[in-house]
């Protein structure tokens, strides 16, 4: 028997095995989990014209991180919390208030509960309530691998070009603060006459070659603060100047791109400042530079600059009836420059609409309070959500001992369809995280392209969606790093992204009622599962044992193509490396699928027994590919050539996400430089499930094969080079 005839009767077998699962009733896969009079309630409380609203009032904030800019837009939102009839204390609401007022000693520091949510505390019942948490940000605090932004305030600036020209005092290229954008976030104050040099990308040492920037304005297409790293820190430059300068800007040479200094601890005394041009102004720049004329700009930034200051997250609670200390979140990341709509200040909006409608419904006796509590957070991105992870150790998911059972993070949810020609994209959490929750945010979603929503201000479009594998890209990480499954509402392609053309105009309440009426149903649900409606428990578990079915056969298709692949290949050598490779897919695929049904216990502990479990869990066993795996044995796959040490345990020395900058920034630059490649290693998503999948009990072999299942074959020398570095940096340690 051929190989190809040997690998095909294997997956016939195996499909075959599948067949009572998919013949599971249509009406099982389709039918909506939430009930249709709650759809209905939630569809007429729910309002994208409100969202829309609190869209264009956060877009007026210049929402930097540690700004006072992001200050005031988290104080629209908790005024906007207080006046839906969220309860807020008299009494300072945040560690910042705390520091501020000199009563640190006799105020909260951080970590479980606040004093005024703690029994006796001004907000210990059983009322919604909201406040903030602030904390300090100055460039040095650390929070566990990541260092705080500094915070961060001017006054005003401009820049002007003098030569060539013969506008008296030069023409004004741009201003803050009419174009917030046109300032590189955290630039410090100063007033700078200088020639201008082109130095094309500008963060590479090669594009600096046989020139001399000293004391020069520095123009450039690369990111502002990579710019003024490789110019101003590194060559003596006294400022930068950046344009937009690729496929988007070809299409819209008006628009210019938000950039930042992102100062590291030892860079803060020595940043200076940075412009942002459009591609029309950028171009025109460097085509003089280019001609041989002399360029000379005038740059002034007025104010602060950089300064210690607060990162404040809002926080609101719907308290649970009956079990309190079990929560879902939703999360949305509030900071960006002034504009920046759909990111986020639509998935700000949005979840602010969330908490006002349920809370209006609860209040009108329309709606009971939730079984579960349901929380709400605004963060600035990443770097708030860190600093609230490490003050809070408790934020955990059920792996770590933990109560927080599922995450739903919006974070550009308003795109106009038809004027960005975009979609909704629902990321589902990654193989380190399985989860039933992918399941039920994907119900939703059938649900609601199903309802009619429109507004009078609204777009017209049909819903357009998907559901995709896992990828980062924002605060949905932090929550999957402590074991907490999070799925990610946003949209793909927007080319206003991190750009001045992110406007009010481009939002769209439709769309984000859509995604309201998504992640509202889906917590909902969730948090009343288990209320003793065997219905809802029963539909949930016959959801996610067909969709654990089809799961194993996309694995088996993968796998399939795969091995054809292989086949037709001129190396008779890559079918062995195939088809341990496909033993790989189809086993992750089978964990998935497995983890998607424990996950179910997690909900509704006492309706599910053991045995009821184990059954459903021994039916998957049945499906999972047996005779495909008994021919791996017949006729064994290569597995990658054995690494001296890839059989030793990792362990982790940190709570939340590692750094993006680990471990290369704490590495000696031969080392760092391979991480640095053009074309690296380990892209963004590998890092974080190799890291996320150490649990203390998985070699770097297991852990190797893990990630290769999720993101294609990974070299084991690369992985064990990667824990190694890790180590290096003290972030990762050996199980003795």
């Not at 520095?218 to 502002?224: D, K």
């Not at 590194?234 to 496929?247: P, Y």
């Not at 509402?489 to 984000?512: A, G, I, N, R």
């Not at 992750?588 to 479990?613: H, I, M, Y």
Request: hydrophobic residues 40%.
């Amino acid at each position: 028997m051929t190989r190809s005839t040997l690998a095909s009767a294997g997956l016939a077998t195996a499909l075959a095995l599948l067949a009572p699962a998919l013949s599971t009733p249509a009406a099982a896969q389709d039918s909506d989990l939430l009930d249709p009079q709650l759809r209905d309630l939630f569809h007429e409380a729910l309002s994208g014209e409100r969202a829309k609203e609190h869209v264009i009032a956060i877009t007026r904030h210049h929402r930097i991180q540690g700004s006072r800019g992001y200050r005031a837009a988290a104080q629209y939102v908790i005024e906007e919390l207080r006046r839906c009839g969220f309860d807020t204390p008299d009494l300072p609401v945040s560690l910042g208030a705390f520091l501020q007022a000199g009563d640190l000693d006799a105020g909260w520091t951080g970590g479980g509960q606040p004093p005024w949510t703690a029994p006796g505390g001004a907000l210990a019942n059983d009322r919604p309530a909201a406040w903030i948490e602030s904390f300090p940000s100055d460039g040095h605090v650390i929070y566990q691998t990541w260092q705080s932004p500094s915070g961060w305030d001017i006054e005003s600036a401009e820049l002007r070009l003098l030569e060539p020209g013969d506008t008296p005092g030069g023409e004004r290229l741009v201003g803050f603060p009419e174009i917030a954008m046109s300032v590189v976030t955290y630039s410090n104050p100063g007033d700078v006459t200088a020639e201008l040099a082109w130095v094309g990308s500008g963060e590479r040492e090669e594009d600096y070659a046989g020139q001399d920037v000293t004391g020069k304005f520095v123009l450039a297409t690369g990111y502002g603060g990579a710019v003024h790293r490789q110019a101003v820190l590194g060559r003596g430059a006294a400022a930068v100047v950046c344009f937009l300068d690729d496929g988007r800007a070809a299409e819209h040479p008006d628009m210019l791109a938000y950039t930042g200094m992102w100062p590291k601890t030892h860079e803060l005394q020595d940043t200076t400042f940075g412009f942002n041009l459009t591609n029309r102004q950028g171009a025109r720049l460097r085509d003089l530079a280019l001609a041989g004329r002399k360029v000379v700009l005038q740059g002034a930034v007025r104010g602060t600059g950089l300064e210690p200051y607060w990162m404040d997250v809002v926080v609101a609670t719907i308290p649970g009836s009956e079990r309190p200390q079990e929560e879902l979140v939703f999360s949305a990341h509030l900071d960006h420059p002034k504009e920046s709509a759909n990111d986020n200040a639509s998935g700000s909006g949005a979840i602010l609409d969330i908490a006002r409608a349920l809370k209006e419904l609860i209040d009108s006796g329309r709606l009971p309070r939730p079984r579960r509590t349901l929380r709400f957070l605004w963060v600035p991105e990443w770097n708030g959500s860190m600093a609230y992870i490490d003050a809070h150790p408790e934020l955990a998911g059920p792996e770590l001992g933990g109560t927080v059972l599922g995450n739903l993070n919006l974070d550009m949810v308003g795109e106009d369809l038809e004027q960005l020609h975009s979609r909704l994209i629902l990321t589902r959490t990654p193989d380190s995280v399985p989860s039933c929750l992918n399941d039920v945010v994907e119900n939703m979603a059938e649900m609601v392209d199903g309802v009619e929503i429109r507004t009078p201000r609204g777009g017209r479009s049909a819903f357009n969606w998907r559901m995709t594998p896992y990828s980062g890209g924002s605060d949905h990480m932090m929550f999957i790093d402590r074991k907490v499954p999070a799925v990610m509402f946003s949209h793909s392609p927007d080319y206003t992204h991190h750009t001045s053309e992110d406007t009010p105009d481009k939002v769209d309440p439709v769309q984000l009622e859509r995604c309201e009426l998504i992640a509202t149903g889906a917590a909902w649900f969730l948090a009343n599962l288990g209320s003793g409606d065997t219905d809802e428990i029963s539909d949930l578990a016959n959801l996610v044992m067909v969709r654990a079915s089809a799961e194993m056969a996309r694995g088996a298709r993968q796998a399939q193509r795969l091995l054809d692949t292989a086949i037709k290949g001129p190396d008779p050598l890559a079918f062995p490396a195939a088809l341990f490779q496909s033993s790989l897919q189809l086993s992750a695929a089978s964990e998935r699928s497995r983890g998607a049904v424990r996950s179910l216990a997690t909900f509704v502990p006492a309706q599910l027994d053991k045995a009821w479990l184990d059954g459903r869990l021994a039916l998957l066993d049945t499906l999972d590919f047996r005779h495909f795996m008994q021919l791996q044995d017949a006729m064994p796959g290569t597995p990658p050539a054995a690494v001296p040490g890839s059989e030793r345990v990792p362990v982790r020395k940190t709570r939340g996400p590692l750094d993006f900058g680990l471990p290369e920034s704490g590495l000696p630059d031969d080392r760092a430089a391979w991480y640095r490649a053009l074309d690296p290693p380990l892209n963004g998503d590998m890092r974080f499930e190799l890291v996320n999948f150490v649990d203390g009990t998985r070699s770097v072999m297991d852990i190797r094969n893990a990630v290769s299942a999720e993101f294609g074959a990974l070299p084991l020398e690369t992985v064990q080079r990667y824990f190694e570095d890790l180590v290096r940096v003290g972030v990762i340690g050996w199980k003795p």
